[in-house]
């Protein structure tokens, strides 16, 4: 079982930056893909961005252009850099691993880290 650990959420101001930090309990060169989600009061979980083992990145095209993953395989780490943030990504922020065994197909999440952006 994967154990995931996000960190660096926060209280910032429209316009400024966050990194957000989530921490495997095994190295996530065996992770399939990883991904970052959030949900806001009242709403579905959504996507935000993900990575594969290759390094593929996927976004979320309101995140496009603002939102920046990334993946550290030497500290079992993988980082969502925000920038330009708006009062509308205020959310809870969970990170997401997702593998592929012979013996089936498993996620496993971060328990989040909150975001609120003030107008």
């Known amino acids: 079982q994967v154990q995931l650990v996000e960190s660096g959420g926060g209280l910032v101001q429209a316009g400024e930056s966050l990194r957000l930090s989530c921490v495997a309990s095994e190295t996530i060169v065996s992770i399939n893909a990883m991904g970052w989600y959030r949900q806001a009061p009242g709403k579905q979980r959504e996507l935000v961005a993900f990575?594969?083992?290759?390094?593929?990145?996927s976004y979320a095209d309101s995140m496009k252009g603002r939102f920046t993953i990334s993946r550290d395989n030497a500290k079992n780490t993988v980082y969502l850099q925000m920038n330009s943030l708006k009062p509308e990504d205020t959310a809870v922020y969970y990170c997401?691993?997702?593998?592929?065994?012979?013996?089936?197909?498993?996620?496993?999440w971060g328990q989040g880290t909150q975001v609120t952006v003030s107008s």
């Open positions: 997401k691993a997702h593998k592929s065994t012979p013996w089936g197909e498993y996620d496993y």
């Open positions: 990575i594969t083992r290759g390094g593929f990145t």
